[in-house]
């Protein structure tokens, strides 16, 4: 049992795995990520900062829940994050169309390439028994 202490509360919990945070932190973030959705509806022009103010959630959170892709903002929205690649502004994920195109390439060709040979090992004097020096 893996007992931690909840980053946002403090309280001991038994920790299973994602964030290190306990349930009843967890039911409290999802109510202010509802509250979110619902304010970005109505305010779909609405910068970042404006929407973290307005509901009392960090950036950061904001910016969490867009990369995991909970959050996305319509295309005329001027609020957009950073690829983690390139640094270009998208509107939701880790990275934006460019990169992706180019991860996806990349792996292609990886998985398109010639396995390597593994040559059969010789073999030796038959089936005779060999013993080790002590």
């Known amino acids: 049992m893996d007992v931690r ?6 309280r ?3 920790y299973l795995s994602g964030p290190v945070i306990c349930s009843a932190c967890v039911e409290k973030l999802e109510e202010k990520f509802k509250e979110v959705k619902d304010y970005i509806r109505e ?4 910068a970042l900062q404006e929407v973290s103010e307005a509901n009392e959630v960090s950036v950061k959170q904001l910016k969490t829940w867009v990369r995991e892709e909970r959050l996305k903002f319509s295309d005329d929205s001027p609020v957009g994050i950073e690829c983690m690649n390139c640094g270009a502004m998208i509107k939701f994920g ?12 990349n792996l292609s ?3 398109e390439e010639e396995p390597v040979k593994v040559e059969a090992p010789k073999k030796s004097d038959g089936n005779r028994m060999r013993f080790l020096d002590s």
């Open 12 to 14: 001991l919990f038994n």
């Open 109 to 111: 060709h990886a998985v």
């Open 94 to 105: 880790k990275y934006c169309d460019a990169c992706k195109g180019k991860m996806i390439n």
């Open 43 to 46: 305010h779909p022009h609405a």
């Open 5 to 10: 202490s909840c980053k946002n509360c403090k």
